[in-house]
């Protein structure tokens, strides 16, 4: 495959910018991922979320754009840095925000946590804490789709950490080989844990210049902008819903804050930092849309109506008590219980 | 009844279940053209086709990720890991994300799979391709644990492993793909979590698994002929669930319990049948549980050494005289 004109890149390049709804659509979806976050992040200052928690802050737009291109039977697979993914996918915000607080209200009922969130019915098929495993499940799911001729993709999200481990590695010739209607997509903020990727990694672009030893095409893509993501979203989940097969896109982004909670990110120097924070890519897309005619008014009132939904999830996840004991001894098996022996 | 091999019972009970239901799929390495590198799986590629009983790479992480995640939307997938020692590199995949995600999820998703496996030793190949793992698989909760020792438990427990909605780890031992046995004809059906009784006896309650079950079952015979001993012998077939009343039933009425396990010694699936009888019938005993087990070692390859470390007929027979004294 010619890397130049292939029909991903073609797509980037041609792209046309969506129309209204789809773009104050993506500026909504991403104000809601970013409130939530910090409203997380919040939650932790006060001690309200215990554990850990891996906030996806800067990378809204990858997450708003998927979330808006997929079916709503479509599968997403993605890593521990996921609430942004599964909220995309119409999943309850205090379901959320009570999970990470451990409540009863909470998206699992307290026995996931932060790093697992997953709501089946909603095509979230949930979020995994241990790099890259996720990625064959979604060849799996995949494979069950085009098995089933349901029509249904599958979209798998991990960081560019993912792509110097073995199961990336086997999922990305498994699906390619079976032909797959699944998308990868690596997030590279540029650093693994505390990491830079570069310090680790043979290739300069982690999973774009692997590609071709999987017979698919090199895709690197501008993870901050949410019009080109829609864009590429589209053109990849098109090629697999129509059997062209699995896709591999790399976007660049970059997280505004550390790894994880316990991670401040003195690591990253503060030239980058700032001007990472310079393409954050909610006040340039609220920019680009003012610029493109939508009226400040509209973008105010989405952002008070994001605002407004975060306080009232927020308040809800507070309000509900501790999970029941009994819980824990739930749904080990498939009828409810976790008996072992007679 | 049908005489078939343990081998020939594998395709059989695959064959069943995939009349059955269109959604079971079948996946492995060289399990499909090639009939399987030990002739578990002839004729199922012809009978099924291409889309359902599928040749994948040297590639375990991807075979039971993509085992996995067929299981979550829909399909009910066999997988085969060809060695069982090849759990090891895709054991995050059955650990962490099988076994676990339907509990982390509450409930929302079920993982409907079997992964098959050639498992255990006698088969001269060496400490990577013998060893047997069962209790690696025994002691991660949400996985189910299956072992069976004949052509007809093979067929019976296998169809129901696949009906099974939770994941089931399925051990064939792969000495005794050769032997022979009486199997029903038509579908047959057995049921997970029930052990059996293989030989009434009165004085010791002899336990095993797998390629151990013949053993036992020899040295019960030796016992009966030359030494007046009446052995029962419980074949558990299944360590989880685990058919704990069955155990329990003989050792209350002959008082005496060895196990014998193939496994390496520590923390073998008999060292919790022993916690078991101690914890909740010690009153019942007349003596020590006696473990018999290969070493704490791995399995060697030459003929001599496998032969001299597995537990043999003898050396069961010389623990239970041993107990007897």
């Not at chain 1, 864009?231 to 129509?242: E, G, N, Q, V």
Request: charged share 20%; aromatic share 6%.
């Amino acid at each position: 495959m010619n890397d130049s004109i292939g029909p991903l890149n073609a797509a980037v390049q041609n792209a046309t910018v969506p129309d209204k709804d789809t773009r104050l659509e993506l500026y909504r979806s991403m104000q809601a991922c970013r409130m939530m976050e910090q409203r997380a992040y919040d939650l932790f200052m006060q001690n309200l979320v215990k554990g850990t928690s891996h906030l996806a802050l800067g990378q809204e737009a990858i997450a708003a754009a998927f979330g808006a291109a997929m079916r709503a039977d479509d599968y997403t697979f993605c890593t521990y840095r996921g609430h942004n993914h599964t909220l995309v996918r119409g999943v309850s915000m205090t379901a959320i925000l009570g999970e990470l607080m451990g409540r009863e209200i909470g998206l699992l009922s307290g026995k996931g946590g932060s790093m697992h969130l997953m709501d089946i019915e909603k095509g979230a098929m949930g979020s995994y804490a241990i790099i890259g495993a996720h990625m064959p499940m979604a060849a799996g799911a995949a494979w069950s789709a085009q098995y089933r001729e349901s029509g249904q993709v599958a979209v798998c999200f991990f960081g560019d950490g993912t792509t110097n481990i073995g199961a990336f590695h086997e999922a990305l010739n498994f699906a390619a080989i079976w032909n797959l209607p699944v998308v990868y997509v690596c997030e590279n903020n540029l650093y693994m844990e505390y990491t830079p990727i570069g310090d680790v990694t043979a290739v300069e672009n982690p999973a774009a210049d692997r590609a071709s030893a999987y017979g698919l095409e090199r895709v690197i893509v501008d993870g901050n902008d949410a019009d080109l993501m829609y864009a590429i979203a589209t053109a990849a989940l098109d090629k697999a819903r129509s059997g062209g097969g699995p896709s591999l896109i790399e976007v660049q982004t970059y997280r505004h804050g550390g790894h994880s909670r316990a991670d401040p990110g003195k690591y990253r120097p503060d030239e980058e930092v700032a001007a990472w924070k310079a393409r954050d890519p909610i006040p340039n897309y609220r920019q680009r849309l003012l610029d493109d005619g939508i009226d400040a008014a509209t973008l105010d009132a989405i952002e008070k109506e994001q605002s407004d939904r975060v306080d009232a999830a927020d308040a809800a996840a507070q309000a509900s008590g501790p999970p029941p004991l009994e819980i824990a001894d739930t749904d080990v098996w498939a009828d409810g219980g976790s008996s072992w022996r007679n | 009844m049908a005489q078939l091999s343990y081998r020939e019972a594998v395709a059989a009970a695959i064959a069943q279940e995939m009349r059955r239901d269109k959604n079971v799929v079948f996946l492995g390495e060289d399990i499909a053209a090639a009939g399987g590198v030990f002739k578990t799986t002839g004729g199922l590629l012809e009978e099924f086709g291409p889309l359902r009983v599928r040749d994948t790479p040297i590639a375990e992480q991807a075979i039971l990720g993509a085992a996995a995640g067929a299981a979550m939307t829909g399909l009910k997938p066999i997988a085969e890991i060809m060695f069982s020692d090849f759990f090891a590199v895709c054991w995050d995949i059955v650990v962490n994300q099988i076994a676990k995600t339907r509990f982390m999820s509450d409930g929302q998703c079920s993982f409907p799979l079997v992964i098959r496996s050639a498992n255990g030793g006698g088969a001269r190949f060496g400490a990577q391709h013998s060893q047997s793992i069962e209790n690696w698989a025994m002691a991660v909760p949400g996985l189910k644990v299956v072992a069976p020792s004949s052509p007809a438990d093979i067929k019976g427990l296998l169809a129901a492993a696949i009906q099974d909605p939770d994941p089931v780890l399925f051990f064939e031992q792969k000495s005794l793909y050769g032997i022979k046995g009486e199997v029903p004809d038509g579908d047959y059906v057995d049921q997970l979590g029930k052990a059996k009784v293989l030989r009434e006896g009165t004085d010791v309650t002899i336990v095993a698994l797998a390629a151990m079950v013949p053993r036992a079952m020899k040295a019960a015979e030796t016992l009966a002929n030359e030494h007046n001993i009446s052995a029962e012998v419980i074949d558990v077939r299944s360590l989880v669930p685990l058919d704990v009343s069955t155990i329990f039933a003989s050792v209350s009425k002959t008082n005496r319990l060895v196990t014998v396990e193939e496994n390496p010694r520590l923390c073998g699936w008999g060292a919790e049948i022993s916690s078991l009888v101690a914890e909740e019938l010690f009153w019942d005993l007349e003596g020590p549980i006696v473990r018999v087990t290969t070493p704490h070692i791995p399995l060697p390859s030459a003929d001599i050494l496998e032969d001299a470390v597995m537990p043999s007929p003898q050396r069961i027979v010389d623990n239970v005289l041993k107990l007897a004294d």
